[in-house]
């Protein structure tokens, strides 16, 4: 169920409210500036779906557009607030939403926001808050604008994505580049802006990489089971993190 969507008081009252946090980012030549968003969003209302029998009701608020993506912002497009910003927006988020909501879970589709949202997690869940996170990340996926992340936005809207501007970004794992990418930003490291290579990407890929998001984080939203830090943990290895 949609937050923005007419809906009764009834169904809003205790309701678990699943918020999607995207950013405005660069994504090599060939995918949109709203890809994270994007994900995050069909994640989250993939999600609902599933739940969608749950009592208490599972809603899905309007995204968070805007995150933290100052490692981007050598390339034209990008608009990030900051980290410091978007942990306050959580905060401030989370606490109206909770005067009604039983619940508040967090899905970033962006792994630059994970330091505002855990700061705003664990900020919040010492106040008393029933609030968690999670990411769409997948082990062994590429980390930006690669095949898996191309996939995903081909299965989502096709139309948005040029495979013919797609090119191969640096390829080395991401801890490696970690270093310099935190010194000088993902240009320093990749030209393109991709980490990872986009070929060989497809709907249908994609649309198994949504459906086992979406499995995934359900799974995580019924257990309910977080670390200290307020993020969920894995189905099936409790304790790992996502």
Known sequence: MDLGSRVSGDDLRGATVLVPLGAVEQHGPHLPLATDSAVARAVCDGVARLLGADRPAVLVAPAVEYGASGEHEDFP???SIGTDALRHVVVELVRSARRWCGRVVLVTGHGGNAA???????QL???GHDVAWTSCAEPGW???AGRAETSLALALDP???DLDAAVAGADAPVADLMPRLRESGVAAVSPSGVLGDPGGASADEGSRHLDLLVARVARQVR???ADEYG???RPAAHGART
């Not at 505002?116 to 664990?122: D, E, P």
Request: aromatic residues 4%; charged residues 30%; hydrophobic residues 50%.
């Open 159 to 161: 139309a948005a994505v």
């Open 231 to 233: 993020r969920l943990v």
């Open 223 to 225: 257990d309910a089971r």
């Open 125 to 127: 869940r010492w106040e």
């Open 142 to 144: 590429d980390a930006h």
């Open 116 to 122: 505002a949202v855990s700061a705003a997690t664990r």
């Open 77 to 79: 497009g990008t608009v």
